[in-house]
């Protein structure tokens, strides 16, 4: 016989549920975006943009940079070829992975959640 859960079991775990899909990241094409607060978004990108060879270099906006909705927020560069990707929203720049910025080849090793790129401030 199935042991069932209590109420406040049942409850935690619907609220839990519920908030995690209201927190899940949005997904604009090569690009995954979470709201953190008022006007704040982490912006990162998505396993399928990220090269299947190693990356050997990447180039992000600077701290404090605004950045136009459709402007290059990351290059790529990995091997020969490079790739670029725009943002789909525009706002200045508040935070940048620095991490990734020391080390560009953790993007091929990392979860997709720690491949963040920049916090904005949205416009």
């Known amino acids: 016989m199935a042991k069932r859960q209590s109420a406040w079991k049942q409850m935690i775990n619907y609220y839990r549920d519920e908030y995690r899909e209201q927190h899940a990241p949005t997904i604009y094409g090569d690009v995954w975006l979470q709201t953190k607060s008022h006007q704040r978004l982490i912006l990162g990108l998505t396993a ?35 790739q670029t990707i725009s943002t789909p929203f525009g706002g200045t720049v508040q935070k940048v992975n620095t991490t990734l910025l020391a080390d560009a080849a953790q993007l091929g090793t990392n979860a997709e959640k720690d491949n963040w790129l920049v916090q904005l401030k949205a416009d």
């Open 48 to 82: 399928t943009a990220t090269p299947a060879t190693p990356v050997t270099a990447l180039a992000l906006p600077a701290k404090g940079q605004h950045l136009a909705s459709g402007a290059t927020l990351v290059t790529l560069t990995s091997g020969e070829t490079t």
